[in-house]
C-alpha cells in the first residue's frame, strides 16, 4: 500500500501540495519549534483543563464520532494568539490558495479544533470531511482542505490519523473504505499532516494506558460555503477587532464578492469590513 510523503519545511510547497494531489495526504515534519508548541499549550491549558472527554450533542452518531475518551475543545482563535498565528501560518495559507482558490475568490477558516484523543479511545470512523455539507462537488474542485498539527508526538499506538491514501479519486463517493486501506501519519511533535477534503481519514485508536495525543486540526473552506464552525460568535468583535486583517477575514469578519456579481456575508447591504473596522455602524441599533 502506499505510505503519504514526507517532507522537510525545506521543501518547496509544490511538491509537498503535488504529493497532497497525487495521494490525498503528506507529511511536513518538524514545523513548529518547541517554543511555539509550548506557547500554545501554555494559552489553552486552561480550556483544556475545563474540557470534560466526550461530546454531549444527544446523538449517539456525533458523540460516537467524536469519541467518549477525545477533548476537543474550540473557538481557538479567542483563546490563543499562537492559534491567530498558525491559522495564519504562510504553509497553511499557500495549501488553501492552491487547492481552494480554483473554486472561490476567497475562504474561510472552517474550524480550529483541539483533538486530544485519550486512552483506550477506539478508532474513529473513516470519513471525508467535505461530507459537512450535502451536494459534494464528485468528483469535482475541492471545497474543503485540512490540516492536523501533532501537538505531541504522533505514534500508531497513541492514535496518529489514520489515511486511505488515493481515497480522494474514488469515482463512487459513497464507497466505503477498509480499516485495512489506512496508514498512519506518524510524526512527531511539531509536524503536520496535510489533507484534502475528499481523502478518506480518522483518527487511530489510542492503545496506550496513559497517554493523550494532542492533535490540532485546521481547515478551511471555500467562502461561499458555511464553515463547521460559528466563528463570528466564538470570536467576539471586539476580539476580532484586535486581530490581523487576513484573520478577519479568515473568521468571516468581511464579506464576500463571487465571480457572479453576487454578493454574501453582507451586513445592511455592505461589506461586513466596514463594521468590523469600524467605519460603518452595524446599522442594527433600530
Ligand atoms: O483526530 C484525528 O486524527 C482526526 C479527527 C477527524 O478527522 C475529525 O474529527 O473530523
Redesign the pocket.
Known amino acids: 500500500m502506499t505510505d503519504m510523503k514526507r517532507f522537510d519545511p525545506g521543501a518547496q510547497n509544490d511538491w509537498i501540495f503535488d504529493a497532497v494531489a497525487r495521494d490525498g495526504g503528506a507529511i511536513v515534519e518538524g514545523v513548529l519549534n518547541r517554543g511555539f508548541l509550548q506557547a500554545l499549550r501554555d494559552e489553552l491549558a486552561s480550556s483544556i483543563n475545563d474540557a470534560e472527554p466526550g461530546s454531549r450533542s444527544g446523538s449517539d452518531r456525533i458523540e460516537g464520532?467524536?469519541?467518549a475518551n477525545?477533548k476537543?475543545i474550540c473557538s481557538l482563535a479567542r483563546r490563543s494568539p499562537a492559534f491567530v498565528d498558525l491559522m495564519l501560518h504562510p504553509l497553511l495559507l499557500a495549501f488553501a490558495d492552491r487547492f481552494l482558490l480554483p473554486a472561490c475568490r476567497d475562504y474561510w477558516l472552517n474550524t480550529g479544533?483541539l483533538?486530544i484523543?485519550g486512552p483506550g479511545e477506539p478508532a474513529?470512523r473513516l470519513?471525508r470531511?467535505e461530507g459537512n455539507w450535502p451536494y459534494q462537488p464528485w468528483p469535482g474542485p475541492d471545497v474543503t482542505v485540512?490540516s492536523?498539527w501533532a501537538l505531541s508526538d504522533?505514534s500508531a499506538e497513541v492514535?496518529?490519523?489514520?489515511v486511505v491514501p488515493g481515497s480522494h479519486q474514488w469515482t463512487d463517493g459513497d464507497r466505503d473504505a477498509d480499516d485495512g486501506d489506512a496508514v498512519q501519519?506518524v510524526m512527531p511533535a511539531g509536524s503536520v499532516?496535510l489533507y484534502s477534503g475528499k481523502v478518506k481519514?480518522?483518527?487511530?485508536a489510542n492503545r496506550t494506558a496513559d497517554t493523550w495525543?494532542w492533535?490540532l486540526?485546521v481547515s478551511y473552506v471555500v467562502g461561499w460555503l458555511r464553515p463547521e464552525e460559528n466563528h463570528n460568535m466564538a470570536v467576539p468583535i471586539e476580539i476580532a477587532r484586535r486581530l490581523p486583517e487576513r484573520a478577519q477575514a479568515l473568521l468571516g469578519y468581511t464579506s464576500y464578492v463571487p465571480d457572479n456579481g453576487g454578493r454574501l456575508g453582507l451586513v445592511e447591504f455592505e461589506d461586513a469590513a466596514l463594521v468590523t473596522r469600524g467605519t460603518k455602524a452595524a446599522g442594527l441599533e433600530g
Not at 492514535?159 to 489514520?162: I, S, V
Open positions: 464520532f467524536h469519541g477525545t476537543r479544533q483533538m484523543v474513529q470519513h470531511d485540512s492536523m504522533f492514535g496518529a490519523t489514520r501519519a499532516l481519514h480518522g483518527a487511530g495525543r492533535g486540526h
